[in-house]
């Protein structure tokens, strides 16, 4: 595609250029003859450090700040060059599929998108989701290693996704990917805001900086007229409608408050739970298959953008009920000897661990053993708080490590006791302390494996010195109850 035509597709000043545009790139070892290279200022790395050396190896154009220095190619200059590269971007990776929608909010992003994915797939369409758990759609997973990835290979996976017949994709709009313009471009027809409590504070000066990043999807992303699915009962949620109003989009919202969906009753049931629901004046139940207050609200906030994007409302209600637990969120890894069960969730943050803790109470007849940790180099306040949470709500709470990085384990650990009551145990291997709850587990109880829920690795140390261990919360409980069965 030839740089002048990118540039009028995207809608800016016409360039006189008939240099051929083979891609686009944000690291310079990735820059190859034709490539358009991103020019960025980050927290460890200033990409303007490797203008020459991308010039040098075929960039044709640099998207950079305006006092950024640029010889040998077309310097695109803005205030915000991530906005800018990612606006050229977009149409060098044309097609994308039909129907995009996006979910932001601290939890429940990775389960709603792979929800309304599964919605999608049981009304007959061609769908994926982009996120957390990789790009799955309906015959393979691949593994992108983040909540949003780099707008080059976010963009990309659009469009092989549309070139594989792929017609709807539901994705996960974090608010460092959108702060940093990661998922700009495409046409998004319906966003969704989640939730909002502590996390990231480590990147966001405060919550209320949280939920200003959270909102451009309403704010900026999602276009105009289109429509913003909101769980209603959040304490922010009010101020999430609020926002879609602002922008002239449609509030859809859900929940007990809800005006679009409303829950009127959440019954738990041995495998999951009955929903009594009203939508457009009918009231129906729907047995949904997913145990928790937080799935329902997933799985309703998963129909609410299915719907609000043209599909049929009794055959999306109807669906609801063969919807299957996504991969570390309240995953059953299986039973110990005495018949006690053993679930993983992805529970990193006071509130989703509270969430996860409650979701499983209704299930237990003896003891809640609860298996935590926090991530090292992260926001290092939410670990007494994480603390406070375990004590109140497990009847044996078990600290252990989770990725320490860059930290010294028992430091991060006892930050979180420091939120404890007496009785918590400390288990530094996490190998160690999963095996114990299991162990330790008799008939009626229940044990939780929270923090790590999907991932395949442990993170040991950073920088030049990182390493990933492998280790699977799955795998490692399946493992430990099958040794006390020997």
């Given amino acids: 595609m030839k740089l002048s035509a990118l540039v009028a597709a995207a809608g800016l000043s016409a360039v006189e250029s008939d240099a051929n545009v083979t891609g686009f790139a944000i690291d310079n070892r990735k820059v190859a003859p034709g490539t358009v290279f991103g020019a960025f200022r980050g927290t460890k790395f200033n990409g303007e450090d490797f203008i020459a050396a991308a010039i040098e190896a075929g960039a ?6 305006p006092d950024a220095r640029v010889e040998g190619a077309i310097h695109f200059a803005d205030a915000e060059p991530r906005r800018l590269f990612a606006r050229l ?18 939890n429940g992003k990775t389960s709603t998108v792979e929800l309304t994915r599964q919605l999608w797939r049981m009304a007959g369409e061609r769908a994926a989701s982009i996120g957390t758990l990789g790009v799955t759609t309906g015959d393979e997973t691949v593994s992108t290693g983040l909540t949003t990835p780099d707008i080059a290979t976010f963009l990309a996976n659009l469009s092989g996704l549309a070139r594989e017949g792929v017609t709807h994709v539901a994705y996960e709009a ?29 990147y966001h000066a405060t919550m209320e900086d949280y939920f200003a990043a959270k909102m451009r999807l309403f704010d900026e ?35 007990q408050k809800g005006d679009a969906i409303r829950l009127l009753s959440r019954t738990p049931t041995g495998l999951g739970q009955t929903l009594e629901i009203e939508h457009k004046g009918k009231t129906r139940k729907i047995d949904l298959p997913l145990i928790g207050a937080y799935q329902a609200a997933n799985a309703l906030v998963a129909a609410g953008l299915v719907i609000a994007t043209g599909g049929d409302a009794n055959a999306t209600f109807d669906a609801m009920k063969r919807l299957v637990t996504v991969r570390g969120r309240i995953e059953r890894a299986g039973l110990n000897p005495r018949g006690a069960p053993v679930y993983v969730d ?16 209704s299930h237990v007849t003896g003891r809640l053993i609860v298996v935590f940790g926090a991530g090292g180099d992260r926001d290092q306040g939410k670990r007494p708080e994480m603390g406070k949470v375990a004590s109140a709500g497990a009847d044996l709470a078990i ?19 420091a939120g404890m009551q007496p009785g918590a145990r400390e ?60």
Avoid: C
């Fill in 60 to 65: 044709v154009a640099v998207v950079a700040h």
């Fill in 346 to 361: 992805y529970a990193h943050t006071p509130d989703a661990l509270e969430a996860a803790i409650a979701a499983l109470r």
């Fill in 221 to 255: 992303v999602v276009v105009d007229g289109g429509t913003a699915v909101v769980w209603a009962d959040d304490v922010w949620s009010d101020k999430a409608i609020d926002h879609a109003h602002a922008r002239g989009l449609n509030p859809f919202t859900v929940g």
């Fill in 174 to 202: 974090s608010s460092h990917g959108l702060s940093q313009f990661r998922i700009e471009g495409p046409r998004v027809a319906a966003g969704a805001f989640t939730n909002l409590s502590r996390d990231h504070l480590d």
């Fill in 89 to 106: 971007a977009a149409p060098f990776f044309a097609p994308v599929p039909d129907t995009l929608v996006a979910v932001t909010g601290t």
């Fill in 399 to 417: 600290v252990t490590d989770d990725n320490p990085r860059g930290e010294a384990p028992a430091a991060i650990r006892q930050m979180i006791l």
């Fill in 427 to 486: 288990v530094g291997d996490r190998r160690e302390a999963i095996g114990l709850a299991i162990a330790e587990a008799g008939a009626g109880d229940v044990v939780l494996i929270a923090g790590k829920g999907h991932e395949q690795g442990q993170i040991i140390g950073s920088g030049d010195n990182v390493r990933v261990l492998p280790f699977d919360d799955v795998t490692v409980a399946r493992e430990m109850a099958g040794s006390l069965g020997r």
